[in-house]
Protein backbone atom coordinates (compact mmCIF):
# COMPACT_ATOMS: atom_id res chain seq x y z
CA UNK A 1 0.00 0.00 0.00
CA UNK A 2 1.76 2.97 -1.56
CA UNK A 3 0.02 6.74 -0.73
CA UNK A 4 1.99 9.91 -2.74
CA UNK A 5 0.88 13.36 -1.70
CA UNK A 6 1.59 16.24 -3.54
CA UNK A 7 0.17 19.35 -4.39
CA UNK A 8 2.19 21.30 -2.02
CA UNK A 9 3.77 24.64 -2.73
CA UNK A 10 4.23 28.23 -1.27
CA UNK A 11 0.94 30.42 -1.45
CA UNK A 12 -0.51 34.31 -0.47
CA UNK A 13 -2.86 34.45 2.58
CA UNK A 14 -6.04 34.30 0.75
CA UNK A 15 -4.96 32.07 -2.36
CA UNK A 16 -5.65 28.40 -3.14
CA UNK A 17 -4.08 25.04 -3.00
CA UNK A 18 -5.54 21.68 -3.98
CA UNK A 19 -3.71 18.44 -2.71
CA UNK A 20 -3.65 14.99 -3.93
CA UNK A 21 -3.16 12.25 -2.60
CA UNK A 22 -2.51 9.17 -4.81
CA UNK A 23 -2.77 5.13 -4.42
CA UNK A 24 -0.55 2.88 -6.09
CA UNK A 25 -0.53 -0.72 -5.77
CA UNK A 26 -3.84 -0.85 -4.12
CA UNK A 27 -7.13 0.49 -4.85
CA UNK A 28 -8.73 3.23 -2.92
CA UNK A 29 -12.28 1.84 -3.42
CA UNK A 30 -12.75 0.32 0.22
CA UNK A 31 -10.37 2.90 2.01
CA UNK A 32 -11.49 5.50 4.16
CA UNK A 33 -8.69 8.78 3.07
CA UNK A 34 -7.40 11.06 6.12
CA UNK A 35 -5.47 14.46 5.64
CA UNK A 36 -3.26 15.21 8.59
CA UNK A 37 -0.70 18.13 8.86
CA UNK A 38 1.79 18.90 11.17
CA UNK A 39 2.97 22.36 11.15
CA UNK A 40 6.52 23.90 12.72
CA UNK A 41 7.11 22.83 16.25
CA UNK A 42 3.48 21.72 16.60
CA UNK A 43 1.77 17.93 17.02
CA UNK A 44 0.30 16.62 13.73
CA UNK A 45 -3.52 17.07 13.85
CA UNK A 46 -6.40 15.86 11.78
CA UNK A 47 -7.47 18.31 8.91
CA UNK A 48 -10.51 16.14 7.28
CA UNK A 49 -11.61 12.71 6.15
CA UNK A 50 -13.62 10.63 3.54
CA UNK A 51 -15.70 7.72 3.82
CA UNK A 52 -14.68 4.92 1.35
CA UNK A 53 -17.47 5.94 -0.37
CA UNK A 54 -17.35 9.72 -0.39
CA UNK A 55 -20.99 9.81 1.62
CA UNK A 56 -19.43 11.05 4.22
CA UNK A 57 -16.48 13.65 5.39
CA UNK A 58 -14.81 15.56 8.44
CA UNK A 59 -13.32 18.59 9.06
CA UNK A 60 -11.34 20.19 11.75
CA UNK A 61 -13.05 23.15 12.99
CA UNK A 62 -9.91 25.46 11.95
CA UNK A 63 -10.48 24.37 8.30
CA UNK A 64 -14.55 23.61 8.29
CA UNK A 65 -16.10 26.29 5.24
CA UNK A 66 -12.53 26.45 3.62
CA UNK A 67 -11.12 23.18 2.72
CA UNK A 68 -13.11 20.73 0.51
CA UNK A 69 -12.24 16.91 0.77
CA UNK A 70 -13.27 14.68 -2.50
CA UNK A 71 -12.54 11.38 -4.11
CA UNK A 72 -12.09 9.87 -7.63
CA UNK A 73 -12.40 6.14 -6.83
CA UNK A 74 -11.65 6.03 -10.96
CA UNK A 75 -8.84 8.01 -10.54
CA UNK A 76 -7.52 6.51 -7.32
CA UNK A 77 -7.01 10.05 -5.65
CA UNK A 78 -8.08 11.78 -3.03
CA UNK A 79 -8.07 15.63 -3.40
CA UNK A 80 -7.94 18.50 -0.58
CA UNK A 81 -9.30 21.94 -2.02
CA UNK A 82 -7.62 24.64 0.58
CA UNK A 83 -9.26 27.94 -0.20
CA UNK A 84 -9.20 31.38 2.03
CA UNK A 85 -5.58 29.40 2.87
CA UNK A 86 -4.38 31.21 6.02
CA UNK A 87 -0.94 31.81 7.61
CA UNK A 88 -2.26 29.39 10.32
CA UNK A 89 -2.26 26.46 7.73
CA UNK A 90 1.41 26.74 7.22
CA UNK A 91 2.58 22.67 7.44
CA UNK A 92 3.40 19.68 6.21
CA UNK A 93 0.58 18.09 4.86
CA UNK A 94 0.06 14.20 5.13
CA UNK A 95 -2.63 11.72 3.35
CA UNK A 96 -3.21 8.27 5.51
CA UNK A 97 -5.76 5.48 4.63
CA UNK A 98 -7.37 2.97 6.36
CA UNK A 99 -9.37 -0.22 4.92
CA UNK A 100 -12.89 -0.82 5.70
CA UNK A 101 -13.81 2.03 8.07
CA UNK A 102 -15.79 4.90 8.57
CA UNK A 103 -14.05 8.15 8.70
CA UNK A 104 -11.77 9.05 11.89
CA UNK A 105 -9.66 12.28 12.69
CA UNK A 106 -7.61 9.79 15.12
CA UNK A 107 -3.96 9.28 13.84
CA UNK A 108 -4.06 5.85 15.27
CA UNK A 109 -6.74 4.50 13.31
CA UNK A 110 -5.34 4.84 9.90
CA UNK A 111 -2.23 2.47 9.22
CA UNK A 112 -1.16 3.67 5.83
CA UNK A 113 0.45 6.85 5.17
CA UNK A 114 1.59 8.99 2.83
CA UNK A 115 5.32 11.35 2.73
CA UNK A 116 4.20 14.60 3.17
CA UNK A 117 3.88 17.26 1.31
CA UNK A 118 4.87 21.39 2.38
CA UNK A 119 2.35 24.05 2.08
CA UNK A 120 3.53 27.10 2.94
CA UNK A 121 0.81 30.22 3.07
CA UNK A 122 2.73 33.94 3.30
CA UNK A 123 1.22 37.24 4.50
Known amino acids: VQLQASGGGLVQAGGSLRLSCAAS????????IGWFRQAPGKEREGVSSISATGSVTYYADSVKGRFIISRDNAENTVYLQMNSLKREDTAVYYC?????????????????WGQGTLVTVSS
Open 96 to 112: AASQGMGISSRQSDYPY
Open 25 to 32: GFTLDYYA
